[in-house]
């Protein structure tokens, strides 16, 4: 593991992930671009919506994290990995958080919860059903993902922030790869992490906080209903990582799933997106995002 990939290498693996269909967007759906949800520093947090050709009321909000790096790429970039999604009438938002180095993991956490709110606060706008809303992401998008789905609010009433008002709650998730346990992580990360220099600023918060970020210690009966997908000979983040946030689902009578991906280590080949990660996070979508009968 000397020549782990920094960065860059970090960066465009997250954005490659769900990559199970072309990368041309051809004519291509309609695209609303840079959507500012937030701002910090003076600087805008942003995200895309892409519509599908026929919108069937449902959501899923792409985390763009890798070592909580948020990069940005022009959306129609970002169209072959939504494909599966859009043909199945899923909306889809490509979520960028403030990014390492400048920003911490529980800043991150709370942008992409912000940008949960703020599709609440306008779902009509985008055309989706705030309660049809899922999550998913690879590595710190995974834990991002896993964020989300175990720590989900009904929103502060009284807040001065309009945003904060609204839920932060999910429908579903999936989750690649995802570290669930931060613990330690700031003081005295694993060994195969300490040697990538590029994870330490993202990781150089407070370690009173490791908790706070550790989705493992906020599972409960109202976490989304989490599909995980991790390969077995993974050095970055081990497979105990989604074993162990299995378990706890279960026994919080959660709603879950554990795909293990035989021989993949961090990240999937073109292969097994294609036969298994792939399919295995369309099904979830849409069997835990579907319309629910008017009674």
């Keep these: 593991m000397r020549n782990l990939p920094e960065r860059g290498l970090i960066v465009g693996l997250m954005l490659s992930l769900l990559m199970v269909g072309t990368l041309r967007a051809e004519d291509g759906p309609r695209i609303d671009a840079?959507?500012?949800?937030?701002?910090?520093?003076?600087?805008?947090?942003?995200?895309?919506?892409?519509?599908?050709?026929a919108p069937n009321g449902s959501g899923v909000l792409y985390m763009v994290s890798g070592g909580w790096y948020s990069g940005w790429t022009p959306p129609r970039n970002m169209v072959g990995m939504a494909r599966p999604m859009l043909d199945a009438g899923i909306t889809v938002f490509i979520v960028r958080h403030g990014s390492a180095p400048r920003y911490t993991v529980p800043e991150a956490i709370d942008d992409v919860r912000r940008a949960v709110r703020v599709v609440h606060m306008r779902a009509k706008e985008y055309g989706v059903d705030a309660d049809r809303l899922g999550v998913t992401g690879g590595s710190a998008g995974g834990h991002l993902t896993c964020m989300l789905a175990t720590t989900g609010d009904d929103g502060a009433p009284d807040a001065k922030d309009e945003v904060l008002r609204f839920p932060s709650r999910i429908a579903a998730a999936v989750a690649l790869f995802p570290p669930t346990d931060l613990r330690g992580w700031t003081t005295n990360p694993p060994e195969v992490i300490g040697k990538i220099p590029a994870l330490k600023p993202p990781l150089s918060f407070d370690a009173a906080?490791?908790?706070?970020?550790?989705?493992?210690?906020?599972?409960?009966?109202?976490?989304?209903?989490?599909?995980?997908?991790?390969?077995?000979?993974?050095?970055?983040?081990?497979?105990?990582?989604?074993?162990?946030?299995?378990?706890?689902?279960?026994?919080?009578?959660?709603?879950?799933?554990?795909?293990?991906?035989?021989?993949?280590?961090?990240?999937?080949?073109?292969?097994?997106?294609?036969?298994?990660?792939?399919?295995?996070?369309?099904d979830w979508f849409v069997a835990h995002l579907a319309a629910k009968e008017a009674k």
């Design 34 to 53: 840079d959507v500012v949800y937030g701002h910090k520093d003076g600087m805008a947090l942003t995200f895309d919506v892409i519509h599908p050709a």
């Design 209 to 282: 906080k490791e908790a706070d970020c550790s989705p493992l210690l906020h599972v409960s009966a109202t976490t989304a209903p989490t599909l995980l997908i991790h390969g077995d000979k993974d050095p970055l983040v081990p497979l105990e990582h989604s074993n162990n946030l299995l378990a706890a689902l279960k026994a919080a009578k959660v709603d879950c799933k554990l795909i293990v991906v035989e021989g993949a280590g961090h990240g999937f080949n073109a292969e097994q997106n294609k036969e298994t990660v792939g399919p295995a996070l369309l």
